[in-house]
């Protein structure tokens, strides 16, 4: 051990080197003495971490709603698009089952030479893969195509009619012509009753088009259309476009639809079911023979109709102000007539020469 006197005698380099480690040691000490306990030590406090608040999930909003043009349904608005397809549909024997009548939103039956009839049916709302057959125009199409611009599909015609039927705002899709390639001829049917059409390949190539403006007045409910709500109970429709062609239309509760026949037999579709329709409406028209032997209904003009919906029918009257304008239908005080959401079969029937309606 040594003495004070020899500690005194150290250096004074020394002596401080010796004070300032004693100075960090303490410190040193201190700070680790300030240093909380461990977290498995008696001592350590648990922390408290405040809970987040759930995030609400936001309530995403409907889309917009908008009435379906041909259909009178409420769907969303961003499906409005495209154009409408019509088409000139065969109605001969050889011809039934016709492919797609099923999907269509309205159908015009008319009558053409030899007392038969053909349609102009058109797709908007439920366009299948393909339609037909096809066949060739007649002089009442254009008045009846006009109003609902988009694309018509058919196989041609007497050039006067085509002619007619270019100077209208249609597409004309022509077989055998620029859009021949969304057209061919199916083995399954005997020509000329054979020409179908790839619709929604056509369609698509035209996708820029506007879609159809809305023709008829539509009720909201089936309940509220204005056959439903104030017409007659009847069964349907018995009507004859001429002495050898009658149709009819059955009021069928269950599936809340009028079911259709063809002189005497089901009238049936592609996929094995009776065609069917939501409103029915019988427009009593004027035939011109002008064209010979080639009928052409007057569509521009008025005349007496009768509509049926819901397992009722009401009288009502029909208006055509011009090819472009779309068919008006009004009651007795000339308010329109609403129709009920759904698809719809208009049956352009003779006032002559054997044609007829009757409500039944």
């Not at 150290?10 to 401080?16: D, M």
Request: glycine residues 8%; charged residues 15%; hydrophobic residues 40%.
């Amino acid at each position: 051990m040594k003495s004070p006197a020899r500690a005194r005698a150290l250096p004074r380099s020394v002596r401080l080197a010796a004070t300032v480690g004693v100075l960090v040691s303490a410190l040193m000490l201190g700070a680790c003495a300030a240093e909380p306990a461990e977290a498995g030590s008696p001592s350590a406090m648990p922390s408290s971490t405040a809970s987040a608040e759930p995030t609400p999930t936001p309530t995403p909003e409907a889309p917009p709603m908008a009435v379906q043009p041909l259909r009178g349904t409420q769907v969303p608005a961003e499906t409005i698009t495209g154009p409408a397809l019509a088409a000139k549909i065969d109605n001969h024997v050889v011809a039934r089952p016709q492919v797609g009548l099923e999907h269509t939103d309205i159908v015009f039956e008319e009558l053409v030479e030899g007392g038969l009839t053909r349609y102009v049916a058109l797709w908007f709302s439920d366009v299948p893969a393909e339609i037909g057959p096809v066949r060739s125009i007649r002089p009442m199409d254009p008045d009846i195509v006009s109003p609902f611009g988009g694309l018509i599909a058919y196989s041609g015609g007497q050039q006067r009619f085509v002619d007619m039927m270019l100077n209208t705002p249609v597409h004309n899709a022509i077989h055998g012509g620029a859009d021949d390639r969304f057209m061919y001829r199916t083995r399954s049917k005997a020509s000329p009753h054979n020409v179908l059409v790839k619709a929604q390949e056509l369609r698509a190539a035209y996708a820029d088009v506007p879609p159809p403006a809305q023709q008829f007045a539509y009720s909201q409910r089936p309940q509220t259309a204005s056959a439903a709500a104030y017409g007659s109970a009847a069964n349907g429709f018995d009507l004859f476009f001429s002495a050898k062609e009658s149709r009819s239309w059955r009021w069928d509760a269950g599936s809340g639809r009028y079911l259709r026949s063809q002189n005497g037999g089901p009238d049936m579709d592609s996929a094995g079911g009776q065609l069917a329709a939501t409103n029915v409406v019988a427009l009593s028209v004027s035939i011109d023979w002008a064209y010979g032997d080639i009928p052409k209904t007057v569509m521009v003009g008025n005349g007496p109709a009768w509509v049926a919906t819901g397992g009722k029918v009401i009288q009502v009257t029909w208006t055509k102000a011009s090819a472009d304008a779309p068919i008006q239908l009004t009651n007795q005080y000339g308010k329109p007539v609403y129709l009920a959401p759904g698809n719809t079969w208009v049956e352009l029937v003779p006032n002559a020469r054997g044609g007829s309606i009757a409500v039944v």
